[in-house]
């Protein structure tokens, strides 16, 4: 079976230009969550959708990151503009359920390096 | 608001055992989980404990006590591909589809 999908798995990008990541959970999956992880802040939950409709987005950090979820089978997150401050790893992440319990299944991860 | 606290580096030689710490505050506990980290790869599921004990699972068990605040993962028989970092999260107190995450444990296994 398929696990979460992330595209690309690098990127490297001038400030100020716009990035695109991509995701595609889990077939049957029907949350999904974007996560930031940098070794100062560790792992932080950007935005996450249930059934498509995004649920809470508090923790974006500004105006200049947008999530977006067409379809239950794909999300991207974009920065425009994107700055230095902005390199990390982000993770995409997809579970089934409603449940605070439910397992949370992890895509490979894009590498972001903004210069 | 909700605090967790993890050793940052441990090591450890292949074959012993190793405890790994996690305290928290929470002011609603709605369980908590461990992840497994390889450098450079994404966070796998490890355990998910809500009542407190020890719970088995091959070489690996986790142990809970909400009275105290206190969490440890037990690896036992350590291999060198158990090196990696170890993360503590909890399910936040308003909301539990969000998880809040400590910073990790880094495991380095020794031969």
């Known amino acids: 079976d398929a696990g979460v999908i992330q595209s690309p798995r690098h990127e490297v990008t001038e400030m100020g230009q716009e990035v695109t990541l991509r995701c595609k959970p889990i077939?049957?999956?029907?949350?999904l969550f974007w996560y930031r992880q940098t070794m100062m802040r560790g792992l932080e939950l950007l935005i996450y959708?249930?059934?498509?409709?995004?649920?809470?987005d508090s923790g974006m950090p500004e105006d200049r990151f947008s999530a977006k979820m067409p379809n239950a089978s794909f999300s991207t997150l974009k920065i425009q503009p994107s700055e230095p401050r902005d390199s990390a790893v982000y993770f995409c992440a997809s579970s089934t359920g409603t449940s605070g319990s439910d397992t949370q299944y992890f895509g490979p991860g894009t590498r972001l390096t903004v210069l | 608001g909700q605090n967790i606290d993890q050793p940052t580096e441990m090591t450890a030689t292949e074959g012993a055992i190793v405890q790994i710490n996690c305290t928290y505050q929470t002011s609603g506990f709605n369980g908590l989980f461990w992840y497994q980290q390889h450098a450079g790869e994404a966070p796998t599921f490890l355990s998910y404990n809500v009542l407190d004990g020890l719970e088995e699972k091959g070489r690996f068990s986790s142990f809970l006590s909400r009275s105290k605040g206190y969490s440890y993962l037990l690896l036992k028989e350590l291999q060198m591909k158990d090196s990696a970092s170890y993360l503590c999260a909890l399910p936040h107190a308003g909301n539990n589809r969000k998880l809040i995450w400590g910073l990790g444990t880094s495991l380095a296994v020794n031969p």
């Open positions: 959708f249930n059934n498509n409709v995004p649920i809470d």
């Open positions: 077939s049957g999956h029907n949350s």
